[in-house]
């Protein structure tokens, strides 16, 4: 692989949340490790998908690379700043650059504006654009998501979720960022709607050379369109590596729990499949395992990974995994 | 296998302040015993709407079930008074709902909720209730289930709550069990736990399934038999092999080219179905799909073809590719 330019660089973040009280009222002050320590770059004009379960901290990660969250600790550098250190005006001036396309497209819009309010609203806060520049970008926007620009005066309600998700992406290019975190874009729409916006997603990047974070759980849509991916379990990545290597020769037992859990198309490779089953749910963030945070559903589990956190190790080139009995060679 | 489920014609549509919402359009269909027959289609296709309509729990009015049959067990499930339908809905067929965070009650605990359907339709006492609600949690595989009879729904995490939902669905042992999105709110790996349980479940109990969703991967490893539903009617129904291998309706191929894949065997682009579905405050008088298919000759644009046969048990609603022999033109996913 040829010397690649780093556009985000994520070093050890953490983001806890406080609790005052548990899931039944009792009193018990704690943190919730949403987010517990996660390195990785980003480069530009590639597509890192960030794949895990529900509460897996995914949403929070995302949210605290763009400092919608403000991290509990580490940092991330993003042209050559290291964000968490920026505040108010700075922070201001980094933000046209980096943007959010959210889960749900029907609660992310506000119902109250119209459309060409909503993809208007950020040229309003971070530019000086005139009213009738304005007006000719959004229907500039409209057009590039493959919407009719005549639908400016229109309200979310009258739109379909996946037109919705085509809103959301046009007000996220308004400002043309360089990168954007896609968190979930899709995991609300039908199926043949899905395809609908991850075309649009890849046309943009191409055209753009955009760089994506693509946050989601459907492994198989990752598999489509990233080129990387990191897959996280309560808190902390579990194993990041190129696209084919992670799918093909998954690393971690967790990794190839999660794959061989997603259906395949095809009714003769689903009989002879065996899935194997994870057992259990999630463990409380508030009160994470002892040493691998996985062992408590990993078939492979034994005392070392109870008496020892594993540590985020580079198996082969490019590729990482935090697990004791991931062999450093013979892979 | 002997067939349990007949339903004919079945049309439901809603009066609405816009007009009429033809919202299903002459379904028929068969269910065998111990069948897993899968329906999948689109929002606002009609497969909620229609399983609604044959255990009549759509709103009446603005619903309306226009006409239709739907024989079970030599009874027309349409015409059954309110009083049988009721008794039918319990302890005959059970129905597990999209939600599971949404549909059980917040204030009552778990072992209540499950014994209400087994106090009214099995007259069990108190006591025999929630014994058997026990045996049921350990059934569909809740941890600790002696321990959870008395916890409220938020205790339980949203697969958890997904298993109960079953649990409660197959309290008076039903002959069908008609799934309504049951995994689309879950991860992955609880939707694999979800799956290997309603198989495990069909094969020792030998209930017939209907399984609802919107993704045809999920159904190659658990249906014997797929129908798709478009716009309100089925344009297509097959055993599963044939309608992934031998796709006869664009919008069928259009599904599963949409569709990536985890091993890989995919396009470098997904195919999109361009456009959106019809409105259905329209009466459809030529085939719904024809805006967006890209097969339609003039043909689709005067008559909406009926379910052609392709074999044996293979039916595709389409001028185009249905009927019997080579289909016209390039049928291949790629």
């Not at chain 1, 949403?34 to 770059?41: K, L, R, T």
């Not at chain 2, 919202?23 to 897993?36: C, I, M, P, Y």
Request: charged share 25%; with cysteine.
């Amino acid at each position: 692989m040829t010397e690649q330019e780093v556009l985000v660089r994520v070093e050890d973040l953490i983001k806890h949340f406080p609790v005052a009280r548990d899931a039944v009222g009792r009193r018990r002050p704690g943190h919730i490790r949403a987010v517990d320590g996660i390195s990785f770059e980003i480069y530009r004009g590639e597509t890192l998908g960030l794949v895990g379960e529900s509460g897996c901290g995914k949403s929070t990660a995302g949210r605290t690379i763009l400092q919608l969250y403000r991290p509990t600790g580490g940092r991330v550098i993003f042209r050559g700043k290291d964000l968490t250190e920026l505040k108010g005006r700075e922070l201001r001036g980094v933000r046209p650059h980096m943007q959010m396309v959210f889960q749900d497209p029907y609660a992310s819009l506000n119902p109250r504006m119209t459309v060409g309010q909503l993809i208007s609203e950020p040229l309003l806060v971070h530019t000086r654009q005139s009213r009738a520049e304005r007006q000719r970008r959004v229907r500039e926007l409209l057009e590039l998501v493959g919407l009719d620009p005549d639908l400016d005066r229109r309200y979310p309600h009258e739109f379909s979720g996946g037109q919705r998700q085509r809103i959301g992406v046009a007000r996220a290019l308004a400002l043309n960022p360089e990168f954007i975190i896609c968190d979930e874009p899709i995991s609300a729409l039908d199926v043949s709607v899905q395809a609908q916006v991850v075309n649009l997603l890849e046309d943009l990047q191409e055209r753009f050379g955009l760089t994506y974070l693509f946050i989601a759980h459907d492994l198989s849509m990752v598999r489509h369109i990233c080129t990387r991916v990191a897959v996280m379990y309560l808190g902390k990545l579990m194993e990041l590596g190129p696209r084919e290597a992670v799918y093909n020769r998954p690393l971690h037992p967790y990794t190839r729990a999660l794959l061989s859990a997603v259906p395949v198309p095809d009714p003769d490779l689903e009989a002879e499949r065996e899935p194997a089953l994870l057992t259990g749910d999630v463990p409380s963030p508030a009160d994470p395992p002892s040493g691998c945070f996985f062992r408590t559903r990993c078939s492979l589990a034994a005392d070392i990974c109870r008496a020892e956190v594993p540590a985020f190790r580079e198996v082969r080139p490019g590729h990482y995994a935090a697990c004791h009995f991931v062999p450093m060679e013979g892979w | 296998m002997a067939r349990l489920l007949e339903v004919r014609d079945l049309t439901t549509c809603f009066h609405t302040p816009e007009g009429v919402v033809h919202a299903v359009n002459g379904v028929s269909f068969d269910l065998a015993e111990g069948e897993t027959l899968g329906i999948v289609g689109e929002s606002g296709s009609g497969k909620t709407v229609s399983m609604l309509s044959l255990l009549r729990l759509i709103p009446e009015p603005p619903g309306r079930i226009v006409r239709g049959q739907a024989l079970f067990q030599g009874k027309d499930l349409l015409k059954l008074d309110r009083e049988a339908i009721q008794k039918m809905r319990g302890s005959q067929v059970g129905f597990v709902f999209q939600d599971p965070m949404t549909s059980l009650n917040p204030l009552m605990r778990i072992g209540e909720q499950l014994s209400e359907p087994m106090l009214k339709h099995l007259r069990l006492t108190p006591r025999q209730a929630r014994n058997r609600s026990l045996e049921l949690l350990k059934l569909v595989g809740i941890p600790g289930a002696a321990h959870r009879l008395d916890d409220y729904p938020h205790q339980f995490s949203g697969g958890m709550r997904q298993r109960v939902m079953i649990a409660m669905a197959l309290s008076c042992e039903p002959k069908i069990l008609i799934a309504d999105e049951p995994t689309t709110a879950l991860d992955v790996t609880i939707q694999a736990q979800v799956v290997a349980l309603v198989k495990d479940l069909r094969r020792r109990l030998g209930m017939a399934v209907i399984w609802i969703t919107h993704d045809l991967g999920v159904l190659a490893g658990l249906a014997h038999r797929v129908v798709v539903m478009y716009a309100g009617s089925i344009v297509e129904q097959a055993p599963v092999r044939q309608l992934y291998k031998d796709p006869r309706h664009p919008y069928t191929l259009g599904l599963l080219g949409a569709l990536p894949r985890v091993d890989g065997q995919h396009a470098e682009r997904l195919a999109n179905i361009a456009g959106r579905p019809p409105d259905l405050l329209k009466p459809i008088i030529h085939c719904p799909f024809a805006p967006r298919c890209r097969f339609a000759i003039a043909r689709c644009w005067e008559t909406n073809p009926a379910l052609l046969p392709v074999s044996d048990a293979h039916q595709s609603a389409c001028w185009v590719l249905g009927g019997t022999g080579e289909p016209f033109g390039e049928t291949q996913v790629d």
